[in-house]
Nanobody, 116 residues
């Protein structure tokens, strides 16, 4: 089966950190470009970060550059998003997406709320 499952979200204070995970089933996480998107209330879905295939070039939205880091662990077949220095405007549902040939594969999302 081809499936992405996000985890790691929750309630975090401003300035805090959290690491999101995207567990990949059915194909190697290293075999395609992987992405993190987010969707805040009343806003559209926004590309946050990507890590490419071939190679592992990383790309970040300007709003998160320097604070977030995307990575993948081939042994665990998992993609991560390390989020530091969190701001209230980072509050959103975070989704992982695999850019597989033919059609992208989406996870169901994990809620991240930054609030004091």
């Amino acid at each position: 089966q081809v499936q992405l499952v996000e985890s790691g979200g929750g309630l975090v204070q401003p300035g805090g950190s959290v690491r999101l995970s995207c567990a990949v089933s059915g194909f190697p996480v290293s075999s395609c470009t992987m992405n993190w998107y987010r969707q805040a209330p009343e806003k559209g879905r926004e590309l946050v970060a990507a890590i490419t295939w071939p190679g592992s070039t990383t790309t970040y939205a300007e709003s998160v550059r320097g604070r977030f880091t995307i990575s993948r662990d081939n042994a665990k077949n998992t993609m991560y998003l390390q989020m530091n220095s969190l701001k209230p405007e980072d509050t959103a549902v975070y989704y992982c997406r695999a850019d597989r040939r033919g059609s992208p594969v989406w996870g169901q999302g994990t809620q991240v709320t930054i609030s004091s």
